[in-house]
């Protein structure tokens, strides 16, 4: 079965500073994999997916993720902080007959004027 | 226009009270879901339809009745509401083909059982 660990489930940068969102997946199978977020009483809005074709992943926003096969991790970085980058972010990957996803348990990311 | 649709967005009822919630999808998808948001956050899936046929239900009590008058429309039926039942719920939908994996979220009902 698959699953997703997200390291950190709240995460504080400052504004202009480095995001790194850490993500760790488990499949049996080549994966597909996820970055979502959500707004405060928002949906779910896609960020960025990785299908088997680059590694590095580029999203909305200014994100990108790389898939390591090796390390079997998907972490989603943005090279600087804007306040309104404060958000739930999830990590999940796609797997069984109707491509459900198995989402990371979320991180809450804090950005500091 | 919104791809996906529920309604209604937020939902206050009584416990032993039975309710709906309704999702409904332009994005000419075969395929959509309900997902349960925990008071933690936490996102698990309850169903998936394809082209109406139920073909994922994820250990979800018998109260939970999922219902698909057409390919564009999942709506969620509950029986008898508990204070556990209590959550976000989301639909979402998924197009068929490799590379179709992205699944699109409507905006959640969030649900409240007093």
């Known amino acids: 079965a698959q699953s997703v660990t997200q390291l950190g489930s709240h995460v504080s940068v400052s504004e202009g500073a480095l995001v790194l969102l850490r993500c760790n997946y488990s499949?049996?199978?080549?994966?597909?994999l996820f970055w979502y977020v959500q707004y405060p009483n928002q949906g779910l809005q896609l960020l960025l997916k990785y299908t088997s074709a680059a590694t590095l992943v580029k999203g909305i926003n200014g994100f990108e993720a790389e898939f390591k096969k090796s390390e079997t991790s998907f972490h989603l970085t943005k090279p600087s902080a804007h306040m309104s980058d404060a958000a739930e972010y999830f990590c999940?990957?796609?797997?069984?007959?109707?491509?459900?996803?198995?989402f990371g348990s979320g991180t809450q990311l804090t950005v500091l004027p | 226009d919104t791809a996906v649709s529920q309604t209604p967005k937020y939902l206050v009822t009584q416990m032993g009270n039975d309710k709906s919630i309704k999702c409904e999808q332009n994005?000419?998808?075969?395929?959509m879901y309900w997902y349960k948001q925990d008071s933690k956050k936490f996102l698990k899936i309850m169903f998936s339809y394809n082209n109406k046929e139920l073909i994922i239900n994820e250990t979800v009590p018998n109260r939970f009745s999922p219902k698909s008058p057409d390919k564009a429309h999942l709506n969620l039926h509950i029986n008898s509401l508990e204070l556990g039942d209590s959550a976000v719920y989301f639909c979402?939908?998924?197009?068929?083909?490799?590379?179709?994996?992205?699944?699109?979220f409507g905006p959640g009902t969030r649900l409240l059982v007093l």
């Open positions: 999940a990957v796609s797997s069984g007959s109707a491509r459900q996803l198995t």
């Open positions: 994005l000419g998808h075969d395929t």
């Open positions: 979402a939908s998924r197009g068929l083909g490799g590379r179709q994996e992205t699944q699109y």
């Open positions: 499949s049996s199978v080549p994966p597909y």
